[in-house]
């Protein structure tokens, strides 16, 4: 038997935020970050609130990438301001964080009275999708740990567009990179589906249609527009269906190495593609892979012509949008790889999505991956199906 999950209610277009203005509350907790307040797009919210006299408090101090001491805090501070209304205003850090304080709390407080409040996310990158899934992901040390459970999911999610437009060139370029591989990552997954393929396919198009536009010129309202939504559906569709190794070796290389999420995963994107197409290209996920080459436009007259053109288009992307082709290009010093090569791995064998990938992987196959990334080099296995 098998489940498809439809959470959150989502509020999507121009404008979607007004829906803040039909909701009532007690007392609200904004969680948002420095950047939020700096561009204005927080005061879009509390503006709202001082206008239906709803009393609110601010926390503003969420790191990128949060880590526990980051949630500790927000425990604290939520814990002692009691909100019935909590909005996360920002990237997936922002929400993870929120999503991860909501639970911690609702953990300790299940012994007494006090109910959960309700937890609206607005993404303002084009990313995650962390505003429809059930995971959140926070650092402990250099390793990210992925909490998964149903009750992470946002009651509304809203996708309003305008709130993008101020990001910058390199994390439309990490962010949206980030959408196609959890589109990827789903499609081929060991738990795909018909609803999850449909979303993942849908999000997949949009990615090559719309992101270099947005990489172009931030303020193109529809392109805008089509990557967060295509953000929404990719994020609906892993969150059904799982991820899989890309996201396992991009969590520990970003982790340990501090590298942004969105472009750990652009690193490392294709040669994950092409080891899961097989060198023969005869695996389940070589068709589907050539199937989304055909959606694409692309020459796909056998499985083999499907992949190499998918596999081109995604480097092509990378290019177009001046981003690194091999994790040597992103400032990391050739011995300190090697010297953490074997924590790299052992982290990504033991990540969550690990178990999701179409083909199971052993540590000399994540080395080699990491090692083939390393150079990103045209040669390696994505080329060559490894
Ligand atoms: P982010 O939230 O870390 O934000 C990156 C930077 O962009 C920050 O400096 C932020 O202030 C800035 N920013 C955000 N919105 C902006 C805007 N509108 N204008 C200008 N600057 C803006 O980046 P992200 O890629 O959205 O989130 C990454 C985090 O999400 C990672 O920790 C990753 O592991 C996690 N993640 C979670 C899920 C999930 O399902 N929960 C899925 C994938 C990734």
């Given at each position: ?6 959470k959150?209610r989502?509020?999507?277009g121009?404008?979607?935020l007004g ?10 907790l904004l969680v948002t970050?420095?950047a ?6 927080a ?6 609130w001082?206008q239906?006299?709803i ?5 503003d ?5 949060p880590d526990?001491?980051?949630v500790?805090?927000?425990?604290k501070?939520m814990?002692?301001s ?7 205003l920002?990237g997936?850090s922002v929400?993870d ?5 909501i ?11 006090r109910?959960r409040?309700?937890f609206i996310?607005i993404?303002?990158?084009?990313g995650t999708g ?11 040390g250099v390793?990210?740990l992925?909490?998964v459970?149903?009750s992470?999911?946002?009651d509304?999610?809203v996708?309003?567009?305008s709130l993008?437009?101020s990001?910058?060139p390199?994390?439309t370029?990490?962010t949206?990179?980030?959408v196609?591989?959890h589109a990827?990552e789903a ?5 795909a589906?018909d ?5 993942a ?10 992101l270099?536009?947005?990489w172009r010129?931030g303020?193109?309202?529809q ?7 295509a953000?929404?559906?990719?994020g609906i569709?892993?969150t ?5 190794i890309?996201?396992?070796?991009a969590?520990?290389?970003g982790g340990?190495f501090?590298?942004?999420?969105g472009r750990?995963?652009a690193?490392?994107?294709a040669e994950?593609?092409?080891?899961n ?7 389940e ?7 989304l080459a055909?959606?694409l436009?692309?020459?796909a007259d056998s499985?083999h012509q499907?992949v190499?053109s998918?596999?081109?288009a995604?480097?092509?992307l990378?290019?177009?949008m001046?981003?690194?082709g091999?994790?040597?290009d992103?400032g990391?010093?050739?011995a300190?790889f090697?010297?953490?090569l074997p924590e790299?791995?052992?982290?990504a064998?033991?990540?969550?999505c690990?178990p999701?990938?179409p083909?199971t992987?052993?540590?000399e ?12 080099s045209q040669?390696?296995p994505?080329a060559q199906g490894?």
């Open positions: 038997m098998s489940e498809f999950l439809l959150p989502i509020r999507f121009e404008d979607a829906i803040l203005e039909q909701q009532s509350a007690r007392s609200a970050d420095k939020m307040i700096e561009f204005g797009l005061d879009r919210v509390t503006r709202i001082r239906r006299g009393a609110f408090q601010i926390w101090d969420v790191v990128a990438d526990i001491a980051t500790v805090r927000g425990m501070l814990d002692a009691y909100p019935d209304l909590v909005v996360a920002g997936g929400i964080a929120a999503k991860a304080v639970f911690a709390l609702a953990q300790m407080r299940s012994a007494t009275p109910g409040p309700c996310a993404p303002t990158t084009s962390s505003e429809v899934t059930a995971f959140s992901v926070v650092k402990a390793e990210k992925v909490l459970d149903p992470l999911l946002p509304i999610a996708l309003d567009p993008t437009l990001v910058p390199a994390i370029a990490d949206g990179m980030d196609l591989c990827l499609y081929v997954s060991r738990t589906s609803f999850t393929d449909a979303l396919e849908k999000a997949v198009q949009l990615v090559f249609r719309y270099p536009a947005c010129s303020n193109n309202q392109a805008r527009e089509k990557m967060h939504n953000s929404c559906m990719a569709a892993f059904n269906a799982s991820l899989g890309t996201h396992s070796l969590h520990a290389l340990i501090r590298i942004p999420h750990a995963n690193l490392l994107m994950v593609v092409g080891w197409a097989g060198e023969a290209r005869d695996t996920a070589a068709r589907k892979y050539a199937r055909q959606l436009g692309l020459p499985t499907g190499a998918l596999l081109t995604i480097r092509t990378k290019d177009e001046a981003m690194p091999g994790i040597r992103v990391i010093n050739d300190d090697e010297q953490r790299l791995v052992n982290q064998l033991r990540d969550g690990t999701g990938n083909r992987p052993d540590a196959t994540l080395t080699h991956l990491y090692r083939q990334a390393w150079t990103g040669d390696g994505a490894y």
